[in-house]
C-alpha cells in the first residue's frame, strides 16, 4: 500500500510526496512525484485519410486532420495526428500552422 500524498504548490508543475518520506537537496527520491497539468483541448477533425498504418506491434492507425482554438490566446491552430489512443491522448501530434 503507497503512503498518502502531500502535493506542494510552487509553480505550473506540481510536486508531491508521500508523508513519511525525508527531503535532501538536489535529489530527488522514488517517494517524490512530479504532477504535471493536463490540459484538454476540444479538437474539430478537418480531414484525413482511411488508409491504415501499420504501427509496430501495437497495430494500425490513420492520420487525422485535427483544428483546435487555443486556451490562452484564442488562436486557431491546425495539426495532424496518428490517430487516438485508447488513453485519448492524441498519438504523435504535428503542428502544421496558425489559422
Known sequence: MRAPLTATTLNPNSMANA????????RRSPAWLKLKPKLTLDVRVTGGS????????????????LAYKHPRTGKRASLVCWGVMSSGMLRRPLFVAWL
Open 50 to 65: 482511411g488508409d491504415r498504418i501499420a504501427w509496430g506491434d501495437w497495430g494500425e492507425s490513420v492520420m487525422l486532420e
Open 19 to 26: 508523508h513519511s518520506s525525508t527531503s535532501t537537496m538536489a
